[in-house]
Structure formats: C-alpha cells, structure tokens
Nanobody
Framework: QVQLIESGGGLVQAGGSLRLSCAVSARTSSSFAMGWFRQAPGKEREFVAA????????YYSDSVKGRFTISGDNAKNTVYLQMNSLKPEDTAVYYCVAKIGVYSSTWYPTERYEYDYWGQGTQVTVSS
C-alpha cells in the first residue's frame, strides 16, 4: 500500500512563496506519475500539476503555469511543489496524488479518477 504524506503548508502573504513536500512510502513501479490537486472552500477539487517520475516531465494547469514548479527527488522518494508569486486565489487544501501507469510523452493524468493514491491534504492560505 502506497502512502503519501504531505507537509509544508501554511500562511503566507500574497507574492510570497511556499514549498510543499510529499513523501511516498513505496514506489511500486518505475512508471509512476505524481501530482497535486487543490480544493478551495466551496469549489471543486482541481488539478494543479503532474510529473512522470522516471522521465521528469511535467505538466501544469493554466492557473499556475509559470508560478509553480513540480519536481521529484528519487533518493528521497519525495515530490515537491514550489509555489511562487502566490495569490489569494491559491488558498486551498493541497493534495498529493500518485498513479501507477505507463509513461507517455504526450499524456498526463489530470483527472481525479486517474489517480490511485491520495494524501490527506495540507492547507495553504494566502493573505492579501
């Protein structure tokens, strides 16, 4: 059973930065995609970013492209989400997700149902 443990959330002023971490208890396959979703109060959970672990290739939602960076550390079995130029509308609970799948250079999982494992979530609050 794969467990995902997030950390790094908190309160930050608009324009500031935070880095979220997600430790993976066990990667059962080299074909492993990881990502982040977020859910703001009263809104649907939405895709933020994804990375194919073996290739290091990444994909972002339009709302965070250019501000957020997803990356992975193989030695630590940890994926990160570096968030810069934060805005109040980035306020949400952020969830780490993982999927066992076959790497594709042209496709990234961006739907909730495409992911096999979910973390508990970490709160990010951006004040104006």
């Amino acid at each position: 059973q794969v467990q995902l443990i997030e950390s790094g959330g908190g309160l930050v002023q608009a324009g500031g930065s935070l880095r979220l971490s997600c430790a993976v208890s066990a990667r059962t396959s080299s074909s492993f995609a990881m990502g982040w979703f977020r859910q703001a109060p009263g809104k649907e959970r939405e895709f933020v970013a994804a990375i194919w672990w073996s290739a290091g290739s990444t994909y972002y939602s339009d709302s965070v492209k250019g501000r957020f960076t997803i990356s992975g550390d193989n030695a630590k079995n940890t994926v990160y989400l570096q968030m810069n130029s934060l805005k109040p509308e980035d306020t949400a609970v952020y969830y780490c997700v993982a999927k066992i799948g076959v790497y594709s250079s042209t496709w990234y999982p961006t739907e909730r149902y495409e992911y096999d494992y979910w973390g508990q979530g970490t709160q990010v609050t951006v004040s104006s």
